[in-house]
């Protein structure tokens, strides 16, 4: 990774903070241009101890060290974080924000922390922690094309990156890439499940569902094909793959799959209301 000679600051050094961070000095940015804050001290500390990047117990400190900020706090907490730092940054206007908080719209951004403020949001997901993230973007009017190619730079280090054009398309990725963890879990462990049912045990039933999920993940990844037709490759006709998948079918996976997007993109849209 090329070292671009912006100072970035972390607000907030949670566990994504960590991951992010680990991915960049791994990847080659100098530790010495990030930095960090957070009100405990066991966060920050094991990210100098680990990267050997600079620390502080005070946003405003770090974020007026910095070009680019990093809002990686709650939610809940962000109205005072960036009211905070707006009366207390300075030329906060040249910085760029970035923010990884769920469910606040750009919007928002504006009223908290003035209507030139360049502000982009990130939705990682948790996968990111293991280097396997899926990052959906958006930025405001105010973000040039500069910033967006160091945006992405950024959370290349922790995965794959996706620019959206709205809130709504957010939404969306959200609700399948920020929770479709949590979907393959459930499909997974309802697989152990069966194979436990049928005699396996849960250590040995685990070890089957996970390298099969790897290794249908990487026939993915590496093939040009559409995923239907790789589901086919597979299904022999009148063979036993081919049976399970009528069961699937009857039960319209497809439809259930809707359902729980639409579910979840409606709940993102409700919780975007609270801020």
Known sequence: ?????????????????????????????????????????????????????????????????????????????????????????TNLNDKLIITIAAGIRLETYADYLGRQARVVRVM??????????????????????????????????????????????????????????????????????????LGFNPEHARRIVEQTALGAATMAIDSDLELTELRQQVTSKGGSTAKAIEVYQASDLAQISAKAVAAAVHRNQEMAKLF
């Open 124 to 197: 990682p997901n948790t996968p990111s922690l293991v280097g396997k993230g899926m990052s959906g973007l958006l930025a405001n009017a105010n973000v040039s094309i500069t910033d967006q190619d160091f945006v992405t730079t950024i959370f290349q280090q922790v995965g794959e990156t996706l620019w959206v054009s709205n809130e709504e398309q957010l939404d969306i990725f959200t609700a399948i890439a920020g929770s479709g963890p949590a979907y393959f879990f459930e499909f997974m462990a309802s697989l152990q499940q069966a194979a436990v049912a």
């Open 1 to 89: 990774m090329t070292n671009p000679p912006r100072q970035i600051a972390f607000i907030g050094a949670g566990n994504m903070t960590q991951s992010i961070i680990g991915g960049m000095v791994k990847n080659g940015y100098s530790a010495s241009a990030i930095y960090a804050s957070n009100p405990s001290a066991g966060k920050l500390e094991l990210l100098q101890s680990r990267w050997q990047v600079n620390i502080s117990h005070d946003n405003n400190e770090v974020a007026n060290a910095a070009d680019t900020i990093v809002l990686a706090v709650k939610p809940q907490l962000m109205a005072e974080v960036c009211r905070d730092l707006h009366k207390q940054v």
